[in-house]
Structure formats: structure tokens, C-alpha cells
């Protein structure tokens, strides 16, 4: 199986499932099991709702792949659904209302939730198959992937592995800031040489009261236009290299610890900032990594067993698609029959 799919099959866990009645023409088949256009068309509508402008895009091959893509999902998670009633896995209503319960919790009341179901272009009864379908994936996943495990070997050999590059902590310092900010940034105004200029005098009479012996995070508190770090004296916490634009991250790494620095011109405005305090490269320790490199191997482990069996799944059963907008799931490395050849078009009752 070619592992370029993976990705369709990795996004099952997320496909709504949804029963619908009425004629609609048959697109794909697997063991029996039919796949309908008119499921199809409702995720692509429902995509669609998503989207600000109300269109996913203009371009015939991208919505081919989408589709192909939702095709390949729903296959998938119908290869689960009969894969759990073999196995008697089952999600009870309870479960599902009790999830539906919290969800609907969020909303200020029953109305609300329904009109944001309706925003979403889906209804209660397709929200309430897409929890059913996701607590059966999830409970399958459990079960398939339970007795994954990682060694401590492979922990400290990725650590070894990567030590250099992914557990590398760059120079960082501890920084505060007072920003005067440009009208138009503040209100999408017009930028004008007026409003500049007024930006300019208010951080300069901050400048003032700084070399008069004021505290840097008492005016911070009182004068800084980013509200956000303001409250908290201006404490922007800790900073990287490249993470703050270009004319700020330039003065702000040219500072010694306890340096307060002249006025700096970013796009946002003015601004005068303090460093702190600071942090030189160096590589965390296996011991601080430990926990997170072991975490990431064991979800990493369980992704790889989930995808094996997903495979497994799709390589004991026979596919085929009877649309020229096709799935991938019967390329494969081990010869398996492809079905294009023997693509025609139903109508189901």
C-alpha cells in the first residue's frame, strides 16, 4: 500500500458519518458495502460552509482530491464500523448523548447550539453519528494500539540522536517593553505623518521619565499601548532569536542585562525596552527531555500500529469505485487488483 494515503486514512478519525435515504448513485463499493454520492456532496457543502467566502476553491483537480479524499474516508470508516461489529465493539447512546451533552453545554442555550449547527451546514442527527463514529474509532484504536511500548534505549537514543538540533535552546532573554503604537495600527486608520508624530512625543516623554529615575514598569503599566504585556509591567517573558520583528530583535540582542534601550521604530510604533535577564545556547539535559521523548516515541509507535492495521483492513477486502473521480486505496506495492478497469455507474433505490 502506497503510504502516500496515509493521510487520507489518518483524517478517518474526523469523518462524520451519516446515513442517507432516497436515490443516490452509487461511487464506490467495498465488500458489498455502498458509498453514495450524496454523502459526498454533503461534507463538500458542509466544507464549504466553513469557508469564509462560501467556496473551497476554483480549482477542478484540488476538488477532485477532496473528493477523493472523502471518498477514501468513508471506505475506511465503513471497513471500522464492520470491523466492530465483528468484534463487538460498540458505543451505547448513552456515551453519545453524554458527549453531545457537553457539547451542547457550551452553547448559551438549545437554540443557540441549533443555529450554530445550522451555521456549520450540518444538523443534531449528523453530529450525533459523527460522535458515535469518532467514540468507535477511538475505542478500536485503544484496543488495536494497547500493548504499544517504548524502551528506555530508544528513549536515549533519540535524545542522542537529536540532542544537537531538536533539544538546542537557543540564546534567549528576558525582556520588558513600553510600545507607543501608530494610530492606524490601533484603529485601521489611514497612516498619516500627524499620527506618527504623535507616537514619537508620547514615547518620548516615557524616555524622559526614565532617565528622570522612573520605574520601567510602573510607566509601562501606565503609558505601554500593548495592553496585553502593560498589566504585567511590559514583561514580554522570555525571547529567541527572529522571534520578534527585525528592528526589534536588532536592538533588542545588542542589550547587556539591566540595559534599557534609546527609542526603537518597529511597524507597530515605538518602542523602549529593558532586558533582565539572559540565557546563553546550551542543550537541555536527558533528564528534562525524558518524559516528552518517551511521550512522542509512544504516540508515534501507536500512529505506525494504527496505520498497519488500517492497511489490513483495506488489503483483505475488494474495492471499487465507479466515478472518475477515484479513490487510492487500491494502489499498492504487493500487486492487488486495481478495479479501474471495470468502473460503471449505479443507481441505487
Known amino acids: 500500500m502506497k503510504r502516500s494515503v496515509i493521510c487520507i486514512i489518518m483524517l478517518l478519525i474526523f469523518v462524520f458519518v451519516f446515513l442517507f435515504a432516497g436515490c443516490s448513485k452509487t461511487i464506490a463499493r467495498v465488500d458489498g458495502i455502498e458509498i453514495k454520492q450524496k454523502e459526498v456532496d454533503t461534507y463538500i457543502n458542509f466544507y464549504k460552509k466553513q469557508s469564509t467566502d462560501g467556496e473551497l476553491t476554483q480549482n477542478e483537480e484540488e476538488l477532485k482530491t477532496l473528493e477523493a479524499n472523502i471518498i477514501d474516508s468513508l471506505i475506511v470508516t465503513r471497513l471500522l464500523e464492520k470491523y466492530a461489529e465483528e468484534n463487538n465493539i460498540t458505543v451505547s447512546s448513552e456515551e453519545v448523548d453524554k458527549q453531545m451533552g457537553v457539547i451542547i453545554g457550551t452553547y448559551p442555550s438549545e437554540e443557540d447550539f441549533e443555529k450554530g449547527l445550522k451555521d456549520m451546514g450540518i444538523d443534531k442527527k449528523f453530529l450525533v453519528n459523527y460522535f458515535r463514529s469518532l467514540m468507535l474509532s477511538s475505542k478500536i484504536f485503544n484496543i488495536v494500539t494497547a500493548d504499544t511500548t517504548v524502551t528506555e534505549d530508544e528513549v536515549k537514543q533519540y535524545y542522542e540522536d537529536n540532542k544537537n538540533t531538536l533539544f538546542l535552546v537557543p540564546v534567549r532573554v528576558k525582556a520588558s517593553h513600553i510600545l507607543s503604537i501608530f494610530p492606524w495600527v490601533e484603529d485601521n486608520s489611514e497612516e498619516t505623518e500627524e499620527g506618527r508624530e504623535e507616537a514619537l512625543e508620547k514615547i518620548k516623554r516615557v524616555e524622559d521619565k526614565l532617565k528622570d529615575g522612573g520605574d520601567f514598569e510602573d510607566l509601562a503599566r501606565q503609558y ?68 516528552s521523548i518517551n511521550t512522542y516515541l509512544l504516540n508515534l509507535h501507536k500512529a505506525e500500529k494504527w496505520e498497519d492495521f488500517i492497511f489490513s483492513l483495506i488489503e483483505e477486502v475488494n474495492i471499487e469505485y465507479f466515478t472518475d473521480v477515484e479513490g487510492t486505496l487500491n494502489s499498492t506495492d504487493t500487486g492487488t487488483e486495481d478495479n479501474t478497469d471495470t468502473r460503471t455507474e449505479e443507481e441505487s433505490e
Request: net charge negative.
Open 224 to 291: 505601554s499601548n500593548d495592553t496585553t504585556s502593560a498589566e504585567k509591567g511590559g514583561d514580554l517573558g522570555f525571547i529567541s532569536k527572529g522571534q520578534m520583528v527585525e528592528e526589534f530583535d536588532k536592538a533588542l540582542f545588542s542589550l547587556d542585562v539591566g540595559e534599557v534601550s534609546e527609542i526603537v521604530e518597529t511597524k507597530y510604533g515605538f518602542h523602549i525596552i529593558k532586558v533582565y535577564d539572559r540565557q546563553e545556547e546550551h542543550i537541555q539535559k536527558f533528564d528534562e527531555v525524558e518524559e
